[in-house]
């Protein structure tokens, strides 16, 4: 695992404020307290997201500060290509192979006399894992020979990895709170993430130090459920927890396997079929009477598995401690799934880069989904491509009932529905691979000098 000492890492955000403060003098708040502050001193990342539809590449430019830098007229350079490595099962060269373009655009990005110090990363997340025998190994090897042969970038041993949802979840929580201008304050400014990935969903939010003493412990070879973090000055507690089984695809499966073979009532009226996920098929058709909401949310609550046993702390679903739900939660962004399927039904304008809505407007959406047919449905959600109309009941009631019965956050709190956030005069995404590049460029030597200033 490369990415895995994420927490362990200091992290060198010294913002000027920060530092006349520590001097104690305001004078001194205009001076440049860094003697090579002459050259502009600034840093690339180049951060790959092998996903399972497609892989992207995404390079980043900061300041000696860690602030954004542009690169053109936007804070971020992106670039994709389809399909992802694991469409290359059998195959590890050319999947090797099908990141050269993105590779090539990022180094063209990157100035020349930087290269040898930008460095390069790339995270698959959660299609790679799926595939048999050493399917996954042998293509991560067949990318970091690639990189190392034909990059003139930073690539280091660890630099071709499988992350895991911790991590994609600790660094989500990373990049939302550096955008929003929130890290270097108290835990409870802090904002907690919420991502609904295919496979799983993840929960990230800091909590007080007290809260992260007395974290339950897990069970060996598990991620604990607490990660430190120091960032721009503070220590925070960062609880985390990656819930396998319960992302937007997954979790059909797991509402599927409730009705074991028979009628579902999350299912539109109209349709008749199968779905098929990691490998096992499972019949899908409503009952005669069509889809209902209210039976539709029974099934979704015993596919949560709310009674799962919960020793001496509270719980989320499926046995899993809730964090203890403090300060660091008030204020949640909902990531991923839940910014697109609310994009594709309408709920949220086209051209909105985030939205605050409240949690029930997700159930009367639901209810609006669940009372159509699969022909109806067809024609009023245009955007939702054709695989996921079937489901279109089943997938709204589930984020509804994961959010308020699963993670029991109040129906009328309101919560962020992000894609994108603002950022100076841009707009920057919301996910891991920001928090990836701040953490690969805050352990680069340069910054460990800034550290030493201090
Ligand atoms: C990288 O270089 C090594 C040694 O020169 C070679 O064996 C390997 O096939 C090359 N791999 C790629 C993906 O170009
Ligand atoms: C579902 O799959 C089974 C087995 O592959 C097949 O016999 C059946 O026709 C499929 N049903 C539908 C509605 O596609
Ligand atoms: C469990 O939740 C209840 C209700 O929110 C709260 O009063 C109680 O303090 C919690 N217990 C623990 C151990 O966190």
């Known amino acids: 695992m490369g990415?895995?000492?994420?927490?362990?890492f200091l992290f060198l955000l010294l913002p000027t404020v920060y530092s006349s403060q520590y001097l104690g003098n305001n004078l001194l708040s205009n001076r440049k307290i860094f003697p090579k502050q002459e050259e502009a001193i600034t840093s690339y990342a180049a951060i790959f997201d092998a996903g399972s539809?497609?892989?992207?590449?995404?390079?980043?430019h900061f300041d000696q500060n860690l602030d954004l830098l542009y690169i053109g007229n936007n804070l971020e350079f992106h670039q994709r290509v389809t399909p992802g490595l694991s469409s290359y099962a059998d195959k590890p060269e050319k999947a090797a192979q099908s990141l050269i373009?993105?590779?090539?655009?990022?180094?063209?990005?990157?100035?020349?006399?930087?290269?040898?110090?930008?460095?390069?990363?790339?995270?698959?997340?959660?299609?790679?894992?799926?595939?048999?025998?050493?399917?996954?190994?042998?293509?991560?090897?067949?990318?970091?020979?690639?990189?190392?042969?034909?990059?003139?970038?930073?690539?280091?041993?660890?630099?071709?990895?499988?992350?895991?949802?911790?991590?994609?979840g600790s660094y989500l929580w990373l990049a939302v709170n550096?955008?929003?201008?929130?890290?270097?304050?108290?835990?409870?400014?802090?904002?907690?993430?919420?991502?609904?990935?295919?496979?799983?969903?993840?929960?990230?939010?800091?909590?007080?130090?007290?809260?992260?003493?007395?974290?339950?412990?897990?069970?060996?070879?598990?991620?604990?459920?607490i990660k430190k973090l120091y960032a721009k000055g503070k220590?925070?507690?960062?609880?985390?927890?990656?819930?396998?089984?319960?992302?937007?695809?997954?979790?059909?499966?797991?509402?599927?396997?409730?009705?074991?073979?028979?009628?579902?009532?999350?299912?539109?009226?109209?349709?008749?079929?199968?779905?098929?996920?990691?490998?096992?098929?499972?019949?899908?058709?409503?009952?005669?009477?069509?889809?209902?909401?209210d039976a539709c949310r029974e099934i979704v609550l015993k596919a949560l598995k709310l009674n799962e046993?919960?020793?001496?702390?509270?719980?989320?679903?499926?046995?899993?401690?809730?964090?203890?739900?403090?300060?660091?939660?008030?204020?949640?962004?909902a990531t991923s799934s839940f910014y697109y399927l609310p994009l594709d039904v309408g709920l949220i304008d086209a051209k909105a880069h985030n939205a605050v809505v409240r949690v029930v407007d997700l159930e009367n959406l639901a209810k609006r989904a669940c009372g159509k047919t699969f022909e109806e449905a067809k024609s009023s959600y245009p955007h939702l491509s054709k695989e996921r109309v079937p489901f279109v009941c089943m997938d709204i009631a589930y984020q509804y009932t994961l959010l308020v019965d699963g993670f029991g956050i109040d129906p009328l709190q309101e919560i962020t529905l992000a894609k994108e956030i603002e950022y100076k005069d841009a707009i920057?995404?919301?996910?891991?691979?920001?928090?990836?590049?701040?953490?690969?460029?805050?352990?680069l030597p340069k910054f460990e000098q800034l550290?030493?200033?201090?």
């Open 3 to 8: 990415f895995q000492s994420l927490f362990s």
């Open 235 to 293: 220590n925070y507690d960062l609880y985390v927890h990656s819930y396998l089984h319960y992302g937007t695809e997954a979790s059909r499966a797991e509402i599927l396997k409730v009705s074991d073979g028979s009628a579902n009532p999350c299912i539109l009226a109209g349709y008749d079929g199968n779905y098929t996920y990691s490998e096992v098929e499972y019949a899908v058709y409503p009952p005669s009477s069509g889809s209902s909401y």
């Open 53 to 60: 539809t497609g892989s992207r590449v995404h390079v980043f």
């Open 309 to 333: 046993p919960c020793s001496r702390h509270n719980c989320t679903f499926g046995g899993i401690w809730d964090g203890g739900r403090g300060s660091g939660q008030r204020t949640i962004y």
């Open 178 to 225: 550096y955008l929003l201008g929130r890290l270097g304050k108290k835990f409870s400014k802090t904002v907690g993430v919420v991502d609904l990935g295919g496979g799983s969903v993840q929960m990230a939010y800091a909590v007080s130090r007290n809260t992260a003493k007395n974290a339950p412990l897990v069970p060996d070879g598990e991620d604990p459920y």
């Open 101 to 168: 373009p993105l590779l090539e655009a990022a180094e063209n990005v990157v100035p020349q006399d930087l290269h040898f110090k930008t460095p390069l990363k790339l995270g698959a997340t959660a299609g790679l894992r799926l595939l048999e025998g050493n399917a996954a190994e042998n293509i991560l090897n067949a990318v970091r020979d690639m990189f190392k042969n034909r990059s003139t970038l930073n690539v280091q041993s660890d630099a071709v990895a499988i992350i895991d949802g911790t991590q994609e």
């Open 428 to 443: 920057v995404e919301t996910a891991w691979p920001l928090g990836t590049a701040i953490e690969a460029i805050s352990s």
């Open 451 to 454: 550290m030493y200033f201090m």
